[in-house]
């Protein structure tokens, strides 16, 4: 049975690096909502880890360094949402093509997931979903991991891969100069 303790675990495996290779301070984890938030900090960045049943992540970037962050007195949900300036990590994989690579060595867990509750008892259905679940969020963390590894720039504070309207990233996806012509 999974513990906090053991997405704690699971948490430190992927992302201890950032506190090994980047210098980044771990944020004691906690609730908010039915979330449980792993916040890692330097300076004016937070690589923030939210699970709510699976992961999501979010990179934070502030004008100045946030004292009370830093020093655990706050937490980046004590802010007005707007205070950070927020990006999302998955637009260095447009096409999904290194989350496509991850299921292609092992298939996409979430396809096993039954398609109607009657093909299962009661039992044997929770059973399945939650190992389904679990082996899905461990996938997530490996592919929030690759990312990061992959793109150091972005821990040392270096978003020109994530902005909104990077022309590399519109290239990647297909657009080129001539459709934001008017």
């Not at 934070?60 to 980046?76: M, V, Y």
């Not at 990061?148 to 519109?170: A, C, H, M, T, V």
Request: some cysteine; glycine content about 2%; proline content about 3%.
């Amino acid at each position: 049975m999974n513990t906090d303790k053991h997405y704690w675990d699971e948490v430190k495996v992927h992302f201890g690096f950032l506190e090994t290779d980047f210098g980044f301070k771990k944020f004691p984890s906690y609730c908010y909502v039915r979330e449980v938030h792993h916040d890692f900090i330097k300076n004016n960045l937070i690589i923030k880890l939210i699970f709510e049943s699976t992961y999501l992540i979010e990179i934070l970037a502030s004008e100045q360094t946030e004292a009370e962050i830093l020093n655990f007195e706050k937490k980046t949900i004590d802010y007005d949402y707007n205070h950070f300036q927020r990006y999302d990590l998955k637009n260095l994989d447009p096409g999904k093509k290194i989350f496509n690579s991850l299921l292609s060595n092992k298939k996409n867990p979430m396809k096993d997931l039954p398609d109607c509750a009657s093909d299962y008892d009661d039992t044997t259905m929770r059973e399945n979903t939650n190992q389904i679940l679990e082996e899905y969020r461990l996938m997530q963390l490996k592919y929030f991991e690759m990312l990061l590894r992959d793109n150091p720039e972005i821990l040392k504070g270096d978003f020109s891969k994530l902005s909104k309207f990077s022309l590399e990233y519109w290239r990647k996806v297909g657009f080129n100069l001539f459709h934001f012509r008017i």
